[in-house]
């Protein structure tokens, strides 16, 4: 079965302007997570979507936005970028069956704003 | 008080020693626990979930939940080289999948 897979690997991006990342979950899963893993504050979370459904959020601002489709595909969206916004994004799948459930994350994408 | 402490390390162990890892949470309701295994400039891999009080044994990977102490370890039996990592303790935050991260422990295992 083919893991969770993250486009594009790398971006360079500059300041105000505005990125979409891509992930497709492992067949199956219809839970996406996001991640952003910085040096600094190392890895949080960023939202989760199931079934097109944001249901959970981390404390990011609004700068910060995803969707999800009916095939679980999810993309995030990082408007107005800043230079802090220089990290590796991470998304994560999971079947969603409750507090036992696991999560796999894809390769990541890396984000360099310049 | 950070959710979730891990000693960052670098934990140096000789090569086929037991590499221990410690990692301690504030949250007294957090049911389950997750180990990930990061190498450099790679994403985070899973090694072990545990959600119950005592140990988990999966090859040369045990867990060791103790709730009430509220901490989580693993230990690493004849550790390897290519063990060398970081190693980051998850636990999961509210339910739908809000996994909180400690910073990691950078383990090198010297031959």
């Known amino acids: 079965k083919a893991g969770v897979t993250q486009t594009p690997r790398y971006l360079i991006k500059t300041r105000g302007q505005q990125v979409t990342l891509s992930c497709s979950p492992i067949?199956?899963?219809?839970?996406v997570s996001w991640y952003q893993q910085t040096p600094g504050q190392g890895l949080q979370f960023l939202f989760e979507?199931?079934?097109?459904?944001?249901?959970n959020k981390g404390n990011f601002p609004g700068r910060f936005s995803g969707r999800q489709f009916s095939n679980s595909r999810s993309e995030m969206n990082v408007s107005t970028l800043e230079l802090g916004d220089s990290a590796l994004y991470l998304c994560?799948?999971?079947?969603?069956?409750?507090?036992?459930?696991?999560?796999?994350f894809g390769p990541g994408t890396r984000l360099t704003v310049l | 008080q950070k959710e979730v402490e891990q000693n960052s390390g670098p934990l140096s162990v000789p090569e086929g020693a037991i590499a221990s890892l410690n990692c301690t949470y504030s949250?007294?309701?957090?049911?389950?626990f997750f180990w990930y295994r990061q190498y450099s400039g790679k994403s985070p891999e899973l090694i072990m979930f545990?959600?119950?009080?005592g140990d988990k044994e999966d090859g040369r990977f045990t867990a060791q939940l103790n709730k009430a102490s509220q901490y989580v370890s693993l230990l690493i039996r004849d550790s390897q080289p290519s063990d060398s990592a970081t190693y980051l303790c998850?636990?999961?935050?509210?339910?739908?999948?809000?996994?909180?991260f400690g910073a990691g422990t950078r383990l090198a295992v010297h031959p």
């Open positions: 994560a799948s999971s079947l969603s069956t409750g507090p036992t459930d696991t999560q796999y």
């Open positions: 067949s199956g899963h219809r839970s």
């Open positions: 979507y199931f079934s097109e459904t944001q249901r």
């Open positions: 949250d007294r309701g957090s049911q389950s």
């Open positions: 545990i959600y119950s009080n």
């Open positions: 998850a636990l999961l935050s509210g339910g739908y999948n809000k996994l909180i």
